[in-house]
Structures are given as structure tokens and as C-alpha cells.
């Protein structure tokens, strides 16, 4: 199927170009891709709670919570090309990643947060794109860069894209590729990283603590997606479009600082923190598919009806379905509310337990709740407010829109999640 999809888009790619370039030879008047720069800042507010952290083998708090700020700059190069750059920073404390070392504080307990450093950490991101427009405006071709990093790993990406409109417009198909190189700093539980765990402090139930485990050979963990997507203006107030998606992931899939604790080994315990008897070990590859499709209708200059559905299908044993409506109604010409709705439900991964429900002689194991089976409800509501004469200013540049929403997740597992998010749009004269 990878094959079949890399020689669809190398056939399509080398047919757009041949007409791209003739189109481009055309001298006439054309309006600008983007007439001038447009800043994008976005930023939110993540928290979440649950009791079955894979940190400490499937059980524990899973308490996080994350704060993100982005900036994206789209700058017009000339009438065709357009050069984005985005960048964003994301900083977090977990409960749960923090118990990696979970003997720094007075009593271990996997419901409790270590003062570690391992408790808290910072994402980095910077990605380029650029892309550029035929004459017409029929051919669209974009690439893009990205390198982002964590304490535990680095990750390179790159991919493009090309899209064709015909049919007056009315018809849009796009191909895109990307790869993404990712390298792992490997952290492990503390007690499996010493040769004496009962330096943390006395070891009481099995006291010939002896874990399975061994550092991970391979420390590169590599994607490919190739997608493919048709949208078609079906009436004056009906637009639809299909999606296709493949994903191939190799390399280190496992989470090194998972715990597993099996059911035919003896507990094993400092204070109130069970040891680790092995670390999730999962297969070096996973292949995914997804078909999604959107429909949106147009009511009338109040009411917007926006719906989405999605299968998606792996090699390790998951099958979801993902469903969607969102209704956005114009109360002015200025400001527009959005209430929302998801759906998602998931079986279970092949290699998926709860904690103690693994035996030991089992070949791949994970207490992974995101990898078990659930259903998820995510309830939303947003509000825009757009002044397309950007009479609000900050230095040269006008404020064009601002977006807040919030939306509150919660997964019959117990999980629960809450996210606030602002965006502001500024263009500049």
C-alpha cells in the first residue's frame, strides 16, 4: 500500500508540474496569494486527572497539566510564494512522568507526585514552510521543515504537499508526504538503573527483587504519512470532502519509562510503591490507516452545521471511531459562537493489560490506558470575534480576529481533561 501511494503522488506531482510551468508562462494580472503578513498567536491551558497512570504500570495519578504559546508568521515572498514560519513552546508538570524517580520525596505512592525533574519539562518547536501558487491558482505546492525537542528526545521532520482545483474551483484534490526522524534520550524507572534498588529504602513482599530488563538497542524511532484528500462543492449550501490517510512508524515504539508489574511475579514494594517488574515492551513496527470525511451544511447567515466522521484502523489490534458535529451561528457580523460535540470509541491494542494482568512469559506487554479500549465524550463551545477592518492596532499591525474556546474531555476509563485556548490573528498594513 506504501508503494502504491508514493507512485500516486510521484505521477500526480510530475503531471502538475508540466502545467504549472506552462500556466506560470502566462503574462496576466492575478491577485496576490496573501497580500500582506498575518501573525497568528495562539496559546492554552491543559489540565487532566485519572487514576491509571503507565508510569508506575497502570495505576497511579495522572494528573498533568500543560501550557502552550505559539507564534505563526506567514510572510507573501512575491504574488505566488508565501513563507511561514511557526514556533511554540510548551511547558508541563506530571504527576505521573514525575514518579519515573518516585523515591524523592518522604513516601513513595503512585497517587502522590515526586519533586523530581523528571516532574516537569519543556517542549520546543520550530517549523518553515513554504509554498507557492500557479498563475491560476489551480496548483497549489507547499514543503515544510521541522525540528522540535524535549528532555528525552529530538525529533527532524520535512513533507510537502500538492493541491489541484478544477471544475471552476469547485473541485480540490491534495497529496502530501512527510517524515518525521525521532531520537530518544531513554529514561528508565530509577529502581531498574541500580544494581542496589534498596538504596531508595527497604524493600518490603518479595525481597528477591530481580526485574526483567535490559536498555533498548535502538534509540531511532522513524514515521511516514502519506495522505490523500478530495473536497467537492456539492450546492450553493452543501460542501463535502473524503480523506485517506497511511502512517508506518519503526524503531522504538515502547515508552522506556512504562512500568509493567505481572501477575505471576511477587510484588514488590518501597513504601507504597510497587517496583517495576519489567518496562512496556511493544513491536519495533505499527502500520495505520484512517478514512475520515467531512460534511458542512449552510442553513442560512445564522446557522452553519459542520460534521465529521472518522475509521481508523492499526496492525496492533486498535479500531476506532471518531464522530463530530459542530454548530457555528452568527449573532452579529462581528461575533460568531461555536458550540461543539465529539465522540471517539477504541477496542483495545493486542498487547494491552491492566496492571497485574500480564504474564511474564508474554512476548509484547503495555498498562497503557490510551492503548485499552474506551469511550471518550468531549463537549465544547467557542466564541469568534472578526473586525475585518482591523480598526483595533498594535504598532503596524491590525487585530483581525480572536478565537476562545474551551472544551472539557472525559474517557469512561475515569480520565478527565479540561482545555482553554485563545488565538489572535493580526495583519499588517
Known amino acids: 500500500?506504501?508503494?502504491?501511494?508514493?507512485?500516486?503522488?510521484?505521477?500526480?506531482?510530475?503531471?502538475?508540474?508540466?502545467?504549472?510551468?506552462?500556466?506560470?508562462?502566462?503574462?496576466?494580472?492575478?491577485?496576490?496569494?496573501?497580500?500582506?503578513?498575518?501573525?497568528?498567536?495562539?496559546?492554552?491551558?491543559?489540565?487532566?486527572?485519572?487514576?491509571?497512570?503507565?508510569?508506575?504500570?497502570?495505576?497511579?495519578?495522572?494528573?498533568?497539566?500543560?501550557?502552550?504559546?505559539?507564534?505563526?508568521?506567514?510572510?507573501?515572498?512575491?504574488?505566488?510564494?508565501?513563507?511561514?514560519?511557526?514556533?511554540?513552546?510548551?511547558?508541563?508538570?506530571?504527576?505521573?512522568?514525575?514518579?519515573?524517580?518516585?523515591?524523592?520525596?518522604?513516601?513513595?505512592?503512585?497517587?502522590?507526585?515526586?519533586?523530581g525533574a523528571s516532574s516537569g519539562d519543556v517542549w520546543t518547536n520550530l517549523t518553515g514552510s513554504y509554498s507557492h501558487s500557479?498563475?491560476?491558482?489551480?496548483?497549489?505546492?507547499?514543503?515544510?521543515?521541522?525540528?522540535?525537542?524535549?528532555?528525552?528526545?529530538?525529533?527532524?521532520g520535512f513533507g510537502g504537499s500538492y493541491t489541484k482545483l478544477f471544475n471552476e474551483k469547485n473541485t480540490e484534490i491534495n497529496l502530501n508526504a512527510s517524515a518525521y526522524l525521532d531520537t530518544w534520550k531513554p529514561l528508565y524507572p530509577s529502581e531498574l538503573t541500580t544494581s542496589n534498588p534498596g538504596k531508595y529504602g527497604t524493600i518490603t513482599g518479595n525481597l528477591n527483587y530481580n526485574p526483567i530488563f535490559s536498555e533498548f538497542d535502538s534509540k531511532n524511532r522513524n514515521s511516514y504519512t502519506v495522505g490523500f484528500g478530495v473536497s467537492q462543492i456539492l450546492s450553493k449550501s452543501i460542501q463535502g470532502s473524503l480523506m485517506l490517510d497511511y502512517v508506518n512508524q519503526q524503531g522504538l515504539l515502547s515508552t522506556p519509562f512504562h512500568r509493567i508489574n505481572f501477575n505471576d511475579i511477587e510484588d514488590s514494594f518501597i513504601d507504597n510503591f510497587?517496583?517495576?517488574?519489567?518496562?512496556?515492551?511493544?513491536?519495533?513496527?505499527?502500520?495505520?490507516?484512517?478514512?475520515?470525511?467531512?460534511?458542512?451544511?449552510?442553513?442560512?447567515?445564522?446557522?452553519?452545521?459542520?460534521?465529521?466522521?472518522?475509521?481508523?484502523?492499526?496492525?496492533?489490534?486498535?479500531?476506532?471511531?471518531?464522530?463530530s458535529i459542530e454548530v457555528p451561528i452568527k449573532i452579529t457580523d462581528k461575533f460568531t459562537l461555536y458550540p461543539s460535540y465529539r465522540y471517539y470509541k477504541q477496542t483495545e491494542a493486542d498487547y494491552f493489560a491492566p496492571h497485574e494482568q500480564h504474564a511474564s512469559s508474554n512476548e509484547f506487554y503495555t498498562s497503557d490506558f490510551d492503548l485499552s479500549k474506551y469511550t471518550a465524550n468531549q463537549y465544547g463551545f467557542g466564541i469568534t470575534y472578526t473586525d475585518i477592518f482591523t480598526k483595533t492596532r498594535i504598532w503596524k499591525f491590525g487585530l483581525k480576529s480572536i478565537d476562545l474556546k474551551y472544551n472539557q474531555y472525559e474517557r469512561n476509563t475515569g480520565l478527565k481533561s479540561d482545555i482553554i485556548t485563545a488565538g489572535f490573528k493580526f495583519i499588517m498594513d
Open 274 to 323: 510497587q517496583l517495576a517488574d519489567a518496562i512496556e515492551k511493544l513491536p519495533d513496527s505499527r502500520s495505520k490507516i484512517a478514512i475520515g470525511g467531512r460534511l458542512n451544511f449552510y442553513i442560512n447567515d445564522i446557522f452553519v452545521v459542520r460534521t465529521y466522521y472518522r475509521y481508523y484502523n492499526d496492525d496492533w489490534g486498535i479500531n476506532s471511531h471518531t464522530a
Open 1 to 115: 500500500m506504501k508503494k502504491i501511494f508514493i507512485s500516486i503522488l510521484t505521477f500526480t506531482v510530475a503531471i502538475g508540474f508540466a502545467q504549472e510551468k506552462k500556466q506560470d508562462s502566462i503574462n496576466t494580472y492575478k491577485k496576490r496569494v496573501l497580500e500582506t503578513i498575518e501573525v497568528d498567536f495562539l496559546t492554552s491551558y491543559y489540565s487532566q486527572d485519572g487514576d491509571n497512570a503507565a508510569t508506575s504500570g497502570g495505576i497511579g495519578s495522572e494528573e498533568l497539566t500543560d501550557v502552550t504559546a505559539t507564534f505563526i508568521v506567514a510572510i507573501p515572498l512575491n504574488d505566488d510564494d508565501v513563507l511561514t514560519i511557526d514556533t511554540g513552546v510548551s511547558a508541563y508538570t506530571s504527576a505521573s512522568s514525575s514518579n519515573i524517580d518516585p523515591f524523592d520525596n518522604d513516601i513513595a505512592d503512585p497517587f502522590q507526585a515526586s519533586s
Open 134 to 156: 500557479s498563475d491560476d491558482r489551480n496548483n497549489i505546492w507547499s514543503a515544510k521543515l521541522s525540528v522540535s525537542s524535549e528532555h528525552d528526545y529530538f525529533s527532524l
